[in-house]
């Protein structure tokens, strides 16, 4: 990865070194889980687990990895807001 470069798709073992292209641009390990989900527009202080739950790295991945980034969500749900508007589906 390149800092000045747009990220490669994040996927669910993303969170490994050797699982592709997700080494981070300037130390020699991988992507954190949070990275990944700042990668994916979570916001920073979303929270993915109950204070007191246990971390399991592989089931966090698979959600960061599995989802459709936040903002790409919101865009696409305005969308189809105004498209519902314009056709009056949706009384306002």
């Known amino acids: 990865m390149e800092r000045d470069k747009p990220s490669p798709t994040i996927t669910t073992q993303?969170?490994?070194y050797g699982n592709?292209?997700?080494?981070h641009p300037e130390q020699d390990?991988?992507?954190?889980?949070?990275?990944g989900a700042v990668l994916q527009t979570f916001p920073s202080d979303y929270q993915f687990i109950e204070p007191g739950k246990d971390v399991v790295t592989r089931i966090f991945g698979t959600q960061i990895g599995n989802a459709v980034p936040v903002k790409l969500g919101e865009v696409i749900g305005l969308s189809i807001l105004r498209h519902l508007e314009k056709k009056k589906y949706l009384n306002k």
């Open 29 to 35: 390990r991988a992507l954190s889980l949070r990275e």
């Open 14 to 16: 993303f969170y490994g």
């Open 20 to 23: 592709g292209r997700f080494g």
